[in-house]
């Protein structure tokens, strides 16, 4: 896809109320949206064998499939990627159990009928734009297969246009690396050889940790084999701390519950640095990145007592 060539977002509609269905059709049509509508969740599977949508609506409740279970199950498709919107569309209020139940199986956004026309098409602009973006950079060969993020070349392009939105409105910019510990650095017993397996395993939970507790608005890369970096746009030192802090804190709370290879102990031994600037302070993304991965190797030297460090000039 070239960079100034927008596609028509294909939007997946899943809801077997023809009102609802009409009432969502006759919003996006009208902005050019294509609409492909399903009326129970099975003809939504087969529709995604053979297509890729933009973005999904699903209803909370279909005559085959709870709408939950159905997300659950589209995120399984190869065509639904993890960068693709999927919302939930119910036409009374979701209790806050359900809201929570929705959105941990991967709904990015929940919608009560009779839905604003101008706030939907407002929310469907956004993702889609986000999502056909980074299909542009997968197809660009800008992100990493394994885990969908901005390779390295990925994340400096794409940090390059946020240092130039921070410099225009003065706005401070923090480049954070993520890596293992000492112990993290081989955490299933194995030879040095093995070393990178051992640190992919690593990465898993990270990489899970990162996307539940960055921000839209946050751009993140993965730098090798279990390091990654965040790029976080309007965030300064102590912002830059309490994003760290909270990635770790998420990575604890899950540390007893993750795959088999990866030690408790390793988790809790992640490590972070960071370099923290002001819009106008003149830094070049790379110079940045350096900074951010040259105070990650402080924090993984260390004894443990600071996994949290900045650069110091």
Not at 9 to 24: F, G, H, N, R, Y
Not at 130 to 141: F, I, L, V, Y
Not at 257 to 272: D, F, K, M, R
Not at 274 to 292: I, N
Request: glycine share 8%.
């Amino acid at each position: 896809m070239h960079p100034n060539v927008e596609l028509t977002p294909l939007i997946l509609l899943v809801d077997d109320q023809e009102w609802t269905s009409k009432a969502i059709e006759s919003i996006l049509r009208p902005k050019g949206h294509v609409v492909l509508k399903a009326y129970t969740g099975q003809q939504a599977l087969d529709l995604v064998r053979k297509v890729s949508p933009d973005a999904v609506l699903v209803a909370v409740r279909l005559p085959d499939f709870d709408g939950i279970d159905l997300i659950r199950r589209l995120k399984e498709s190869p065509t639904v990627h993890a960068t693709t919107p999927i919302l939930v569309i119910s036409t009374s209020s979701m209790g806050r159990a359900e809201r929570l139940e929705a959105l941990g199986a991967g709904a990015w956004d929940i919608l009560t009928h009779p839905v604003d026309p101008s706030e939907l098409i407002l929310r469907m602009d956004t993702f889609v734009r986000s999502k056909q973006t980074a299909d542009q950079a997968r197809d660009d060969g800008l992100t990493d297969p394994s885990t969908g993020f901005y390779n390295v070349r990925g994340i400096l392009r794409r940090a390059k246009e946020i240092s130039a939105d921070a410099a225009r409105f003065d706005r401070p910019i923090t480049f954070i690396a993520f890596g293992p510990g000492v112990s993290g650095r081989n955490v299933t017993g194995a030879e040095e050889s093995d070393a990178d397996a051992d640190a992919e395993a690593m990465g898993r939970p990270v990489a899970a940790a990162l996307r539940h507790v960055t921000r839209l608005s946050d751009t993140i890369g993965r730098l090798g084999p279990g390091e990654f970096v965040v790029v976080a746009p309007g965030t300064g030192k102590d912002g830059a701390v309490r994003l760290a802090d909270r990635v770790l804190e998420a990575i604890e709370a899950d540390a007893r519950a993750q795959s088999p290879g990866v030690s408790t102990e390793a988790l809790l031994q992640v490590c972070a640095g960071f370099s923290a600037v002001g819009g106008t302070d003149g830094a070049t993304p790379e110079d940045l990145l350096l900074r951010a991965t040259m105070a990650l190797r402080q924090a993984q030297s260390g004894d443990g007592s600071f996994r949290v460090r900045a650069h110091e000039a």
